[in-house]
């Protein structure tokens, strides 16, 4: 197996109600079994996922919260509004927003968007990844998949990088159970999660400052399903044993 990644050039600023599948298919050429990366930002401004803090009213928790951490109110609350559960409020904010992914803030960001202006996740980012595939692969008649990412931190390490959080036609875990190793012994445990290592690598390609790539081609890999969604990735209420850890801590 191969791979092949290359950025999309000259896609211009993205704003609300812009057609990404038509910026994509009008500056490149799709294969079959593409695999399209595509930066959460772009999707988010297409979507009119921007607000203003002046347009959000501070309540009793997020004003405590916000003391603690030394943000604005306004900004804990649009966080506190997206969020399914405050898993740690301090020294950082880390919760789970209600599409069941776990990250600092909510994901809100304020870069690569207008002055005065936060950008959210997408809503539903697997049904974004599902729309502009479809309209993909109705503009060019290939089979293609869609990843969907944002940067996240890890808890371990020092550093960002790309992970998935949404996808279309494409599992996001590859499970090796039940296969061999180089000495013949059964695989028990390995499941390898591809999309966000794809993301990883797009990532590479996309930067995180000014370089206006946001959306990067992987060509020669063959992981393209007919369905997948990205809460395959999400441990279960029963398995996740770091939720569990972090809720006895939040009640010391």
Known sequence: ???????????????????????????????????????????????????????????????????????????????????HEVLVEFPILLVETDNGHVCIKAGIDDSNVDNGYLIDLP??????ARKIGESIEERTGKNISVIVTDTNGRAFKIGQTGIAVGVYQ??????WKGQKD????????TEEAIADEMAGAANLLMGEGDGGYPVVILRGLEFR???????????????????????CLSKV
């Open 170 to 175: 494409i599992h996001p875990i590859k499970n």
């Open 225 to 247: 399903s007919e369905d997948g969604s990205i809460k395959e990735m999400y441990r279960s209420e029963r398995e996740d044993i770091i939720k569990k850890g972090l809720r």
């Open 1 to 83: 197996m191969k791979m092949h990644a290359f950025t999309i050039e000259n896609i211009p600023l993205v704003k609300e109600g812009d057609d990404i599948a038509s910026i994509i298919c009008e500056r490149t050429d799709i294969e079959d079994n593409d695999i399209i990366v595509i930066a959460s930002t772009i999707v988010s401004k297409a979507e009119g996922r921007m607000f203003r803090l002046e347009d959000i009213i501070a309540g009793e928790n997020a004003e405590r919260i916000a003391a603690k951490l030394g943000l604005d109110p306004r900004f804990v609350q649009a966080v506190l509004n997206r969020s």
């Open 123 to 128: 809503t539903d980012p697997d049904r974004s």
């Open 182 to 189: 180089l000495f013949g012994n059964t695989l028990e445990i």
